[in-house]
């Protein structure tokens, strides 16, 4: 069973082990954002890969019941999307083994 609700972990995709931690949990942000107004903003999750220097910085989309003005619910972070979105990094050019800043990566409303 996966396992839910944790802050941090490792997953192993393809062979290698990568390491992940939640960075920012969905909050209400009055800065301006990307599309230039005030609203939610979703969780933040930091990928490593193991004994490598470049992070990647997976952000999400904003959990529908906090658009729809519910109350937050918990957090759903599994070994599964986390995987799904180091292959999706990986395929949008993240390169662990590089220098540099940490690249962000925008997940959409389906996880990918």
């Known amino acids: 069973m996966a396992q839910i609700h944790k ?3 490792s ?3 393809d062979g290698l082990a990568y390491e992940w931690e939640l960075r920012s949990e969905p909050q209400w942000s ?3 954002s990307r599309n230039g107004s005030e609203g939610w903003k979703g969780m933040t999750v930091a990928l490593l890969r193991t004994h490598t220097q470049r992070e990647a910085l997976l952000e999400f989309p904003p959990p529908k ?3 729809k003005g519910m109350q937050r619910g918990r957090l759903q972070i599994s070994d599964a999307i986390v995987a799904r979105g180091i292959r999706a990094a990986l395929e949008a050019g993240w390169e662990p083994e590089s220098r540099g800043k940490p690249m962000v990566f925008m997940v959409d409303a ?3």
């Open 7 to 9: 802050l941090s972990g």
């Open 11 to 13: 997953v192993d995709v």
């Open 30 to 32: 009055e800065s301006q």
């Open 65 to 67: 019941r906090l658009l």
């Open 110 to 112: 389906d996880g990918n």
